[in-house]
């Protein structure tokens, strides 16, 4: 399984962005899909989940600002981001979980600056 982010970038406080996670390669194994971020300084902490059957789960910092999709037909995931706080940047990773294998594939990561 193969992930590639796109979309990251310098916003505003109160800005939008929209990310992209486009997987390829064994993707039928995929269980379930998620977003991820790590601010400077601090560990990795999940942001968002989708799995297979449509299901989403997130944290609670970003409950009711951030929603996650995705779009079978493009194999891809997306993670629409809205009323950014600076709190929000940090690098943001696309993880493809495979519950058969019991391993976790991830993406390159994209920038995301909020200003102030």
């Known amino acids: 399984v193969q992930l590639v982010e796109s979309g990251g970038g310098l916003v505003q406080a109160g800005g939008s962005l929209r990310l992209s996670c486009a997987a390829s390669?064994?993707?039928?194994?995929?269980?379930?899909m998620g977003w991820y971020r790590q601010a400077p300084g601090k560990q990795r902490e999940l942001v968002a989940r989708?799995?297979?059957?449509?299901?989403?789960g997130y944290a609670d910092s970003v409950k009711g600002r951030f929603t996650i999709s995705r779009d079978n037909a493009k194999d891809t995931v997306y993670l629409q981001m809205n009323s950014l706080k600076p709190e929000d940047t940090a690098v943001y990773y696309c993880?493809?979980?495979?519950?058969?294998?019991?391993?976790?594939?991830w993406g390159q990561g994209t920038q995301v600056t909020v200003s102030s």
């Open positions: 993880n493809a979980q495979v519950i058969i294998t019991n391993y976790d594939y």
């Open positions: 989708i799995t297979n059957g449509g299901t989403t």
């Open positions: 390669g064994s993707i039928f194994s995929i269980n379930a």
